[in-house]
């Protein structure tokens, strides 16, 4: 018999974890604590499983069935769901590590950490300062989406504002940090070289001489 909202909120935890089923493997689990966490048993390759969706109230009960229906998807696609959902936290971890933001702290760390010879404190406040113009943009990206109309709109919008130079040194930033990602296998193009001539060069002003 399936599972009601009524049933679940009137549950009440005992000395011993127990379970409250729904249906086709999912269960609430209820512990001496309380807590009520949705559970799914299933069997993949002849071995039993178990499945974690969560908490309630957090997940609802529809949310749970939503994700034993994609679990049930799974199996009938001849995969093992928990299997499936390890995998998709090790993409997620290592999309998290490829954004533009996650690799220029790692570059701006190494450069750091090689010495005074490599990037002083004042160089490094510049780097940071340059890294916090373009992170709300393009920090979040994965580095292989940023292509090069992409980071030339984010250049020129800080150009029209009157900061030419500014924009040429962000350019110049932003290659640096993707020449790492290449180099540490996370990027194959870098879309900051054919911007080399695109922006306008900086405003030069001439003072007349005193005489």
């Not at 406040?125 to 943009?137: A, D, F, G, R, Y």
């Not at 992409?150 to 919008?157: A, K, P, T």
Request: aromatic share 6%; charged share 30%.
């Amino acid at each position: 018999m399936p599972l009601t909202i009524k049933a679940i909120e009137s549950a009440r935890p005992g000395s011993k974890n127990w379970k409250l089923a729904d249906e086709k493997g999912l269960y609430l689990n209820i512990a001496p604590t309380g807590s009520k966490r949705w559970r799914m048993k299933y069997r993949f390759n002849g071995k039993e499983n178990k499945l974690s969706f969560g908490a309630y109230p957090e997940v609802g009960l529809k949310a749970a069935r939503e994700m034993r229906d994609k679990a049930r998807a799974l199996l009938a696609a001849g995969k093992d769901p928990s299997h499936e959902k390890r995998s998709q936290k090790i993409e997620a971890k290592l999309a998290s590590q490829n954004t533009f933001s996650a690799i220029a702290r790692e570059f701006i760390d190494k450069r750091a950490s090689d010495g005074d010879r490599a990037i002083g404190a004042s160089t490094l406040q510049k780097t940071e300062w340059l890294l916090s113009l373009v992170e709300p943009k393009l920090g979040p990206l994965p580095v292989k989406e940023i292509t090069t109309p992409l980071l030339l709109s984010v250049l020129q919008e800080i150009e029209e504002s009157g900061r030419r130079e500014t924009a040429r040194r962000l350019r110049a930033f932003v290659g640096r940090v993707i020449n790492h990602a290449i180099i540490t296998g996370r990027a194959e193009t870098n879309p900051a070289l054919p911007l080399q001539r695109a922006l306008k060069a900086p405003t030069v002003c001439h003072y007349p001489r005193d005489h």
